[in-house]
């Protein structure tokens, strides 16, 4: 007689282990659309910031910025757009992250940046512009 130590259990199907929030599962369908929302309040106060780093985050490929140069960009509007939906936003770390975001376009704004899209001079200058309206920083 066996224990059931060499026992093989076969899982017709998707198994998960530990924390699947908000996940979505499509299985053994030939056409899938899903859809998921996830909105989260903003701070009050800090409404124009997330506007304002929302808008550039959106626009950010349109620049032509060398890879680096927008990857950093998108991890600091991120990490803006985190803080500011806290319930008690830190000032310290929203400054750091507009003043991160402001030089990269402040230096294609400046037209130091080679290789960067048509009019992408124009859409930074307006966008640091936009973000230099928020505040000091």
Same mark, same amino acid.
């Given at each position: ?7 093989v ?5 998707? @198994?998960?282990?530990?924390d ?11 056409? @899938? ?42 991890e600091?509007?991120?990490? @803006?757009?985190?803080? @500011? ?10 400054r ?25 001079t ?15 920083g």
């Open positions: 007689m066996s224990d059931g130590a060499d026992a259990t076969n899982h017709h199907g998707p @198994v998960f282990h530990g699947v929030k908000d996940a979505q599962l499509a299985w053994n369908n030939t056409t @899938v659309i899903q859809n998921q929302a996830h909105t989260e309040q903003v701070a009050p106060g800090f409404e124009d910031v997330a506007r304002v780093v929302a808008d550039v985050l959106g626009r950010l490929s349109d620049l032509g910025l060398p890879a680096a140069d927008e990857r950093d960009a998108a600091n509007a991120h990490a @803006v757009l985190a803080e @500011v939906v806290r319930p008690e936003p830190d000032p310290g770390v929203i750091r992250g507009l003043t991160a975001i402001k030089g990269t376009l402040a230096q294609l704004a400046a037209g130091l940046v080679a290789g960067a899209a048509d009019g992408s124009e859409l930074a200058r307006e966008l640091v512009k936009s973000l230099g309206q928020l505040g000091p």
